[in-house]
Structures are given as structure tokens and as C-alpha cells.
């Protein structure tokens, strides 16, 4: 695709029918540990602007743990999951108490949805997220959106929401990403050293990075920095979505296209969001070692992995969980949710379709991975 120029990414970003707005913890929050109501009050005002004018609005809100380890005795953010779990847990309801007083002022109504990154790796949850978020968007209400803190397990979480938003703005078909966070654009380094310059559009993320220093969060309580907040805004990129990064307090002229902040283009034109998903999102539990005709075909771009063409299955996974597709030299070709449980797997290995209906049964008839389940990466 022809890239956009800057004017044209801030144009498709104030004419976006549906958004998705991320703001993170420090933008909400005093050090201390409290919610700040006013800076929570002002990025309300803000999007209930965009609401009331007939935008479709997501708000992806960190904030629950740095709500929380105030109220709960401690004097910094902790470092302990299980500290921070049951900080998030008090957190949250505080968090969603202040946005729903603060909507109720312009007659909105708000719906909580927590998500896990397991929760959303299975077809079934994915569709249900879907459904449930258009239902809500559909009913006029703003769905506010945290990674459910409280149960992800540290191995999978995302830790912060970023991410997740770029992944929720593929989910809803969003036609523009906004991240809010502390400071007022990307940098061509962390915005604490000398000589760092504000960069107010990127035409290619990919590879813009390469001439960015980013680093971590600046505050105490914000998590991933800007690391995250580009994978955003790539993941963002690469689906087809505009987005544009600033600080909280810019969030009204960011959302009617002013020239504030980093301007972030598309660099392609949209993908199946549930693809998408797959490849971003899902966290591989283990390997299938395709040979190399089934790898050949893979990498194609258009076919089922077949288990006729799968020499090794590694690691243990239900049905429906993701896996790696790698070659025999051990290279990462794709990632796919699988059709059927590790262990039922290597029974079926090297037999083609007919062989595993007359041995195994009808139920064995089919790819390992299929085709509408499968990304390249
Ligand atoms: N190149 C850069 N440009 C701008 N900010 C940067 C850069 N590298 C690191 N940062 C830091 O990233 C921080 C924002 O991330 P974070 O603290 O995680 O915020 P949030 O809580 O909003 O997610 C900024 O305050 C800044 O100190
Ligand atoms: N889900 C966590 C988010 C953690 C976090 O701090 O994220 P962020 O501020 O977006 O870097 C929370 O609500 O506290």
C-alpha cells in the first residue's frame, strides 16, 4: 500500500467511527497510590466528546494496581504478582467506580470486561469478547477494558496493556488506536536525555524503530515504557490501523486530528482480525516439525498443515491451544491453534487423510492445524 502522509493519518484518525482509546497507570494516578479524579475526570470529558458525537469508543485502562496498593497499606507499587494480584483486585472496583460516576455526568453507561490472554486464545472466547464487545458498542455504552490481573498467570500476562489494546482494536475493527501515557510523544530516545527530539509522525514503525532508543516506564508505576507502546502501535500498523500516541491530557485534539503527539500510519491493509489475533496474542505451547513438502505448503500462505507432512510433535497442548509450526532445521514458520491434544498427535503422524479415517476413525480425518487457524510469522 502507498504510505499516507501525515495529514492523511490525522484526517482518518478524527473521522474514526470506532475507536479505541488506552490510557495507562500514571496517567490516572498520584505516586502516592491513589486515583487522581481529575485527570480521570478530563480524559472522560474527552471522550464522552467523541461518544456524544457518535463514535463508537473502547477504553483499554490500566490503573487497577496503582488504585489499589495505597488503600491497601503499601507505600510503593509492589514488585510480588501475588501483592500486586490483590491490589488489582481492590484496585479495579475503584477504578470502574470513578468512570462510572464520571460517564453517568453525560448520560453514558459503562460495561466492565476483564480479559486474560488465555481466555482469548480459544475460538469459543473469542467470538464471546467479539460479541460482547459489539453488543456493548451497539447499546451506546463505552466497554472499559483491563487484563484480568487478578487470575492471569505471571507467565502468560501481558503486564501491561499496550498490547492488549492493539489486540482489542483488531477485535472491534477499530479505525484508529490512541495511547495515552506520561509523556507528550515518542522521542528519538527516553525524553530524560539530552538532545532527545519529539518525532510527530511515522510513516513505517518497522522501521522507524531502528533509529529510536526506547526504554522503560519513567514512573513508578506505569509498566513496559515505551517498548510496549511500540509493539502497540507496530501491531496497530501492521493491521491496518492508524494510531497516535500522547499524553492523557492531549486526548481531545489527539482524537480531532491535531498535529499533537507521534502520528503513527498503517503499513498494510487489513488482515482477518482473528488471524491476526492468533498471531499476536497466543502463546505457543508446543511444536509441531512439519517435513519439508508440508513446509513448503505452509509457507505458501493457503494450506492446512496436514500430519501426513508432520514428523515430531513436542510439548503438551489441548486441542484448540496454539502451537509453533517449525521446519526440521527448527525455524518458526507459523503459529496455529491445534485441532487436536498433544498426545493424541503422534499416532497420527506421516498418515494421510484416508489412512487416519480407516485406522483412527472419522474424528481423525482432519489437518492438524487448519488453514483458517494458521499465520505466518
Ligand atoms: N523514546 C522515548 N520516547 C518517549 N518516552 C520514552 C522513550 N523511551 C522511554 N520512554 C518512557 O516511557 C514512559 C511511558 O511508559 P509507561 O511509564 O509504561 O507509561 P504508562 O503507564 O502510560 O503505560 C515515559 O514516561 C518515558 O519516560
Ligand atoms: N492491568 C494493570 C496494568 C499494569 C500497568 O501499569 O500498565 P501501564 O500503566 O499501561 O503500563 C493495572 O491495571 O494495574
Known amino acids: 500500500m502507498n504510505t499516507p502522509s501525515q495529514t492523511q493519518v490525522r484526517r482518518a484518525i478524527a473521522e474514526a467511527q470506532t475507536i479505541v482509546v488506552k490510557v495507562g497507570s500514571s496517567s490516572l494516578t498520584e505516586p502516592s497510590g491513589h486515583l487522581d479524579p481529575e485527570r480521570l475526570n478530563a480524559l472522560v470529558a474527552a471522550l464522552a466528546r467523541v461518544r456524544l458525537m457518535g463514535g463508537r469508543v473502547v477504553l483499554v485502562s490500566s490503573g487497577a494496581i496503582a488504585a489499589g496498593f495505597g488503600s491497601l497499606g503499601f507505600d510503593a507499587r509492589p514488585t510480588d504478582v501475588a501483592d500486586q494480584q490483590a491490589c488489582a483486585a481492590v484496585g479495579q472496583g475503584l477504578l470502574m467506580a470513578q468512570y462510572e460516576a464520571a460517564f453517568a455526568q453525560y448520560g453514558l453507561r459503562v460495561g466492565q470486561i476483564l480479559i486474560t490472554v488465555s481466555d482469548t486464545i480459544a475460538p469459543q472466547q473469542y467470538r464471546n469478547v467479539r460479541r460482547t464487545l459489539e453488543r456493548l458498542l451497539d447499546l451506546g455504552a463505552v466497554p472499559i477494558i483491563n487484563e484480568n490481573d487478578s487470575l492471569a498467570s505471571n507467565e502468560i500476562r501481558f503486564g501491561d496493556n499496550d498490547r492488549l489494546s492493539a489486540l482489542i482494536a483488531n477485535i472491534v475493527v ?96 487489513r488482515g482477518s482480525s482473528r488471524r491476526l489475533w492468533i498471531g499476536f496474542a497466543a502463546h505457543p505451547f ?22 501426513a507432512g508432520v514428523v515430531e510433535v513436542k510439548g503438551e497442548f489441548a486441542a484448540g491451544d496454539a502451537v509453533w509450526i517449525d521446519d ?50
Open 328 to 377: 526440521e532445521a527448527g525455524n518458526h514458520l507459523a503459529k496455529g491453534l491445534a485441532g487436536f491434544d498433544s498426545e493424541e498427535i503422534p499416532q497420527m503422524l506421516g498418515r494421510n487423510t484416508a489412512q487416519l479415517r480407516r485406522f483412527l476413525g472419522e474424528e481423525y480425518a482432519h489437518p492438524l492445524v487448519h488453514r483458517d487457524n494458521l499465520v505466518l510469522v
Open 286 to 307: 508446543g511444536t509441531l516439525v512439519a517435513d519439508a513438502g508440508a513446509a513448503a505448503a505452509v509457507r505458501g500462505g493457503a494450506a492446512s498443515l496436514l500430519a
Open 174 to 269: 477499530a479505525d484508529a488506536l490512541v495511547l495515552l501515557t506520561d509523556v507528550d510523544a515518542l522521542y528519538t530516545a527516553p525524553p530524560n536525555e539530552p538532545g532527545s527530539r519529539r518525532i510527530a509522525y511515522v510513516p513505517n514503525v518497522e522501521t522507524a524503530l531502528e533509529r529510536v532508543q526506547v526504554g522503560g516506564t519513567g514512573s513508578n508505576v506505569g509498566t513496559g515504557g515505551m517498548v510496549t507502546k511500540m509493539e502497540a502501535a507496530r501491531v496497530a500498523a501492521v493491521s491496518g490501523i492508524p494510531s497516535v500516541l500522547t499524553c492523557a491530557a492531549n486526548a481531545g485534539p489527539a482524537m480531532m486530528g491535531d498535529p499533537v503527539g507521534t502520528a503513527f500510519a498503517p503499513i498494510h491493509d
